[in-house]
């Protein structure tokens, strides 16, 4: 599975951003996606995830009410809409897919810089 992100860039507090992740590759074992950032010296962390099936979701509660999750399966694509942006999501924001056998596969990460 190869992952490429796309949709990052420069925006001011309160404007919004869509980060894209296409997946290419065994995509047929993929069970759930996600979308993780990383800020220098800190742990990479969970912003939000999507199952396969159901398409059941889960956000972190720093963003939850202003990030959206969704997925299109027939193109291989995962989205995240970001909206309401304020500095400390500032980050570089890594796609992630889990398939059955639990491996994981990431992206090469987008940087999300978001301005006062």
């Known amino acids: 599975v190869q992952l490429v992100e796309s949709g990052g860039g420069l925006v001011e507090a309160g404007g919004s951003l869509r980060l894209s992740c296409a997946a290419s590759g065994s995509t047929f074992s993929i069970n759930a996606m996600g979308w993780y950032r990383q800020t220098p010296g800190k742990s990479r962390e969970l912003v939000a995830a999507i199952t396969r099936g159901f398409g059941n979701t889960i956000y972190a509660d720093s963003v939850k009410g202003r990030f959206t999750i969704s997925r299109d399966n027939a193109k291989n694509t995962m989205y995240l809409q970001m909206n309401s942006l304020k500095p400390e999501d500032t980050a570089v924001y890594y796609c992630?897919?889990?398939?059955?056998?639990?491996?994981?596969?990431w992206g090469q990460g987008t940087q999300v810089t978001v301005s006062s």
């Open positions: 992630n897919a889990v398939d059955a056998y639990d491996n994981d596969y």
